[in-house]
């Protein structure tokens, strides 16, 4: 009897694979490439500023804007007046970050692609990414400069103090990272051996904006190896302007992320006629999906309250980690740290459930802090 009670759970974990998850529950030895991602890389210029440079470039606190003719000089005398610091930043490259924090061994399992400029700002993002242990192949040109994202803080008055401050105001210049070519990066052979290499695949919808040819030629690899390809909606403009784009590629989306002001646009942009985050998640689990090996999970976030996921016919909710409003820092990153949480877990192969309760706690430590920084070494208990 004792030898037959592995095997009844063995059987009995199998059909919940089947149901459950895309992906086996058994953890997988990972190596380096196992992640990839591509996006816009942007290096992220931490400062504390005074209420004279914010007036200076009409800047407001609290506030995300893109830059202007009227910033350009904006980030050089960021650099040259302030105490700065310097991270990897842009949506996707924040969330493979992420993930390879909580993996932390081995290096490098999350691979990046995205374009920058031969600058210095270009050489600093290189030496951050190494850093972060992402293995990240920008492709270089010398038309744009390497795109930044200004934070400027105020509300305290201690020099390079990034991490305990609660008011800043982004500007982001996206310079470099709009000007990603498929045919000068992405197929060239030793860049595409790094895309076969993956076995997960994430890609923030901003990149739409960028390289349609190229998002739609990782996905396909993906769907025609049966690998996981994920996609985040990212904004709410994404699907006012950039709808087309983004139904050619979902087809072959396996897991599609986003919060509710997006999935709130995306169902309008659809004609759902429902603003019912359960039924979102519904109605886009069920539109036309080209790998039907694969049921497309979606998993959408709602601030303080439960996350949602759609999987077949199933709706599940998964409250967020409890945390006291004076304790939230910066929610900006959040969105990242949440993806980044999950395909930690995913690429283990790991189960729904615990993806979900990963992508919970890296975006409960973000909001602590400003900035998508965090410390050295994670503390999470699966």
Known sequence: MASEEPKAKKQKLSEEE?????????????????LFGMGNP??????????????????????????EDKHKALFEELVKKFNV??????????????????????????????????????EILKKKAEEAHIDAHYYEQDEEPTGTCAACITGDN?????????ERSLVANLAAANCYKKEKHLDLEENWKLVEKAKVYYIAGFFLTVSLESMLKVAKHASENNKLFCLNLSAP?????????????????????????????FAKALDFETKDLKEIAKKTQALPKVNTKRQRVVVLTHGKDDTVMALGDKIKTFPVLKIDPKDIVDTNGAGDAFVGGFLSELVQERPLEQCVK???????????????????????KP
């Open 85 to 122: 610091e310097y991270h990897a930043g842009g949506a996707t490259q924040n969330s493979v970050k992420i993930a390879q924090w909580m993996i932390q061994e081995p290096h490098n399992v999350g691979t990046f692609f995205g374009c920058i400029g031969r600058d210095k700002f270009g």
């Open 42 to 67: 942007l290096l992220d210029i931490c400062a504390v500023v005074d209420k004279d440079f914010l007036d200076k470039y009409t800047l407001k606190p609290n506030d995300q804007i893109l830059a």
């Open 18 to 34: 089947k149901t459950e998850s895309p992906t086996k529950k058994t953890p997988a030895n990972l190596s380096p490439n196992t």
């Open 158 to 166: 201690r020099p390079g103090n990034c991490l305990e401050l609660t």
């Open 237 to 265: 403009f994404i699907c006012q302007f950039f709808k087309d784009n983004l139904m050619q590629v979902l087809p072959y989306v396996d897991m599609l992320f986003g919060n509710e002001t997006e999935a709130a646009a």
């Open 358 to 380: 990963a992508a919970h706690y890296a975006a409960n430590v973000i909001i602590r802090r400003a900035g998508c920084t965090f410390p050295e070494k994670p503390d999470f």
